[in-house]
């Protein structure tokens, strides 16, 4: 498959993202809505949303809906591998001593492994939109 077909995979209908309405929890990217190949550290998952300062004051976040009642936290959205790394550094230094690197792909977490023979195979074209990256 070409990047391009991989990207015009992603399905542009508006995935459930009403899970995330409370007015005090922490502010966040649902990573069901982003386009692309993209590196993130999960921060740590919670029955329900939650406020910023019960997850370090970390920012910027991600949620992801997960068995339709859990959410995932995760935090930057990368291009590469070692700004994910220098991400996941930092985010021990705050105190999620357990935080590690994913990736998603089109809304859907995916293997690092996968990721990077996406990478491999099929160069930068597949990453998500340098706007939507966090530097």
């Keep these: 498959a070409e990047a391009r077909e991989v990207l015009e995979a992603f399905d ?4 459930r ?9 922490a502010p966040a990217r649902q990573v069901e809505a982003v386009r ?4 993130t550290v999960q ?7 939650v406020a910023l300062d019960r997850i370090f004051n970390i920012s910027p976040l991600n949620t992801e809906l997960i ?7 995760t935090t930057g959205i990368y291009r590469s591998l070692d700004e994910a790394r220098v991400r996941r550094a930092t985010t021990i ?5 357990d935080a590690f690197i994913t ?6 977490r995916i ?6 023979e996406l990478i491999d195979r099929l160069g930068s074209a597949v990453l998500v939109d340098p706007a939507m990256a966090n530097p």
């Design 93 to 97: 230094e705050k105190g999620v001593t």
């Design 17 to 25: 993202s009403d899970y995330y309405t409370d007015p005090s929890a």
């Design 12 to 15: 542009r209908t508006p995935k």
């Design 36 to 39: 692309g190949l993209f590196f």
């Design 67 to 73: 068995d339709g009642e859990r959410i995932r936290y």
């Design 111 to 116: 293997p690092v492994s996968k990721a990077r």
């Design 103 to 108: 990736a998603y792909l089109n809304g859907e």
């Design 43 to 49: 921060v740590g998952v919670y029955s329900k949303p």
